[in-house]
């Protein structure tokens, strides 16, 4: 059924116009028009896939949201940071980070947040 879908997260934001800027300047991220509705806004990602993110409520959710796979995880790092990008530190059972990258066999990954404090990843495939 849905095994070879493409899945398309979607992310909330307080301010729309701060977290376009976001995605956009800091992850590179290309925006896709719709003027159908102006209180979202929708990215393109690899391998055609899309980010959505749109306008609501202030709401917190502790856990990551998305995740991008990437071939070199410490040069993508390397780039977000220069973009101003921080990354987290995690000290829970079962996941800790070094110098914000964890290890769990045979992924290493990273988290950070948007504009709007929603959680997102960075991992390698090793």
Not at 8 to 32: H, N, Q, W
Not at 52 to 79: C, K, N, W
Not at 87 to 94: K, S, V
Not at 100 to 120: C, P, Q, R, V, Y
Request: one cysteine or more; glycine letters at 8%; hydrophobic letters at 35%.
């Amino acid at each position: 059924m849905l095994s070879n879908a493409p899945v398309s997260p979607t992310l909330p934001a307080v301010d729309i116009a701060r977290a376009r800027k976001f995605y956009a300047e800091k992850l590179g991220l290309k925006e896709i028009p719709r003027e159908a509705e102006p209180n979202s806004a929708t990215f393109a990602c690899g391998g055609g896939t899309r980010l959505y993110i749109y306008q609501r409520p202030p709401s917190q959710a502790e856990h990551t949201l998305a995740g991008f796979e990437v071939e070199d995880l410490e040069a993508e790092m390397s780039e977000l940071r220069g973009k101003g990008v921080v990354f987290e530190e995690y000290d829970f059972p079962g996941l800790k980070t070094v110098n914000s990258i964890a290890t769990m066999g045979k992924i290493k990954g990273a988290w950070f947040k948007d504009s709007e404090g929603n959680i997102l990843a960075v991992s390698q495939y090793t």
